[in-house]
């Protein structure tokens, strides 16, 4: 059975970066479509970005679009979020997931999550 453990979130200045690592354990994670999601209390859970089993395709909301980039690294079983120019919009907590489905439509990610999460963690960004 797959297991996620997120880590890598923290307090940031605008502008700054934060790398999130969702390392998997009890499955190879290549066999599994990766994604991150993203939410603030009160607010509706957001897809941020994924990557495809396959051939490692990324997929990315607008909102952060140029500015996030995820990567898989099989030998370690990990994917990662590198975050870039972080916005204080950009403050959630990010939860990692395998996911059996996704759609871009007018600009948003909407990811399908499947079983398997971790447990978030918390990025915070403010001066």
Avoid at 65 to 80: E, L, Q
Avoid at 88 to 104: L, N, Q, S
Wanted: charged residues 15%.
């Amino acid at each position: 059975q797959l297991h996620l453990v997120e880590s890598g979130g923290g307090l940031v200045q605008p502008g700054g970066s934060l790398r999130l690592s969702c390392a998997a354990s009890g499955a190879t994670l290549d066999y599994y479509a990766i994604g991150w999601f993203r939410q603030v209390p009160g607010k509706e859970r957001e897809g941020v970005s994924c990557i495809r089993n396959r051939d490692g395709m990324p997929f990315y909301a607008d909102s952060v679009k140029g500015r996030f980039t995820i990567s898989r690294d099989n030998a370690a079983n990990t994917v990662y979020l590198q975050m870039n120019s972080l916005k204080p919009e950009d403050t959630a907590v990010y939860y990692c997931a395998a996911v059996t489905g996704f759609a871009i439509t007018r600009g948003k990610l909407l990811l399908t999550p499947g079983d398997y999460w971790g447990q978030g963690t918390q990025v915070t960004v403010s001066s």
